[in-house]
């Protein structure tokens, strides 16, 4: 391979929350007991260094020294234009359907406020992003779960009729969706986006569309984008995007949302600008045109062959090592979510106890009852294939016994 994805790269005091957020409370797990090091796998970031033009551009641009007011420049959206036809097949896409977001649950934010009100629900499939859960909350809207489901094949799957059947029940006119999902790993196929769509058009319901994780796509999976289905999903869908997930970025800020109908647009555009702080960094904005290049078409391309490898080898040890420990193959995302039941009711062990066992030998995994997943992990896979196999070693060795 051209780039680097096999070096172990120290994080210490360099601002990561994956390795110095560890005991501060929250999700975060505790520190490891005394002999063993950190093998980040919790936070929803990448212990590998970006693409060498995302520096490159931020470089180039701080040297200059002057960073007054700025508008976002004609490279930014070509560059976006590109990468959205190149990676996803969208055509059509003009500069003025594309607008800034600080971050894609503030994109969230300004949808819910654009148009549903305190008190309003909302539809969400369960297992749920974290981040869903809190952004709605904290805006005073009602979560309404329509839980996603295991077919025969181990494969999570939507309950077309549930979902119907919530958003009547409870007069839902807004969804939020996961596409690829957090936590399951699902890419959705085409014929699954256009029945979701079929129920939210029949209620009349605007759909958020996270679409952060489109381009971590494995094992020869593809992403669809939620407004390229049909002519109603893009009228009716904001689809929110950002560079973060893809080039570990997130400390950067700054996302993307695009908005093909104007009455959408224009309703999430005035309450996104309403903060007056909803605004890009110059850095963040150059940090976007380095990574959208050629040479970041390269360097995702060769990253989705690592972490398919890194997927493929966890879920492989999992089935043949741990039994009682479940896992749907995840088609993108570097997430696993594990559910642990069978496992814990056989050693008549708790969540609670075997997530510290992990903790204890380092292996920093998350509690997957934030995600609506009774007695689940969450483990990162974003890493180098040697760590990977040493944190299921560590799990062998003095976890899952």
């Not at 601002?15 to 409370?25: C, E, K, N, T």
């Not at 896992?327 to 075997?354: N, R, S």
Request: hydrophobic fraction near 40%.
């Amino acid at each position: 391979m051209k780039y680097d994805f096999t070096s172990i790269i120290d994080r210490h005091g360099k601002d990561a929350m994956a390795v110095d957020g560890l005991g501060l409370g929250g999700s975060a797990p505790q520190p490891p007991k005394e002999g063993f090091d950190i093998i980040p796998m919790w936070v929803a970031d990448m212990n590998f260094l970006t693409v060498p033009t995302v520096p490159e551009a931020i470089i180039r641009r701080a040297q200059h020294g002057a960073y007054g007011y700025f508008h976002p420049s004609r490279d930014y959206f070509d560059a976006i234009i590109n990468w959205q036809e190149r990676r996803n097949g969208v055509a059509g896409l003009a500069r003025e359907c594309i607008g800034y977001e600080n971050g894609v649950l503030g994109g969230v934010v300004s949808v819910l406020e654009a148009f549903s009100a305190p008190g309003d629900a909302v539809l969400l499939h369960s297992p749920t992003y974290i981040g869903f859960t809190k952004c709605i909350s904290n805006c005073g809207r009602k979560i309404v779960h329509s839980p996603l489901k295991l077919d025969g094949n181990g494969v999570w799957r939507m309950d077309y009729e549930d979902m119907d059947a919530k958003l009547k029940a409870d007069k839902i006119h807004l969804a939020v969706f996961s596409n690829p999902h957090n936590p399951c790993g699902r890419v959705w196929e085409r014929w699954e986006l256009e029945r979701a769509m079929e129920v939210y058009r029949d209620n009349g319901c605007v759909v958020v569309s996270d679409e952060i994780w489109s381009d971590i796509i494995l094992n020869g999976n593809r992403h669809i984008p939620m407004q390229m289905v049909s002519e109603d999903a893009r009228n009716r869908t904001v689809g929110l995007y950002a560079p973060s997930k893809t080039f570990n970025l997130a400390g950067l800020v700054g996302s993307y949302r695009i908005v093909y109908n104007a009455y959408l647009r224009d309703r999430v555009e005035a309450q996104s600008g309403k903060s007056h702080y909803n605004s890009m960094n110059v850095l963040s904005m150059h940090a976007l045109i380095g990574a959208y290049s050629e040479e970041g078409h390269q360097w995702v391309d060769e990253l989705c062959q690592v972490l398919s490898g890194n997927v493929d080898y966890a879920c492989d040890f999992i089935a043949s090592h741990f039994e009682g420990v479940q896992v749907a193959k995840p088609e993108g995302t570097y997430m696993l979510f594990l559910d642990c039941t069978q496992w814990l009711q056989k050693h008549g062990k708790t969540i609670d106890e075997l997530e510290k066992a992990g903790w204890d030998v380092g292996v920093a995994w998350q509690d997957g009852r934030v995600f609506h997943g009774e007695n689940s992990i969450r483990m990162n896979l974003a890493m180098p294939l040697s760590r990977v196999k040493e944190a299921f070693g560590r799990l062998e060795e003095y976890v899952f016994r």
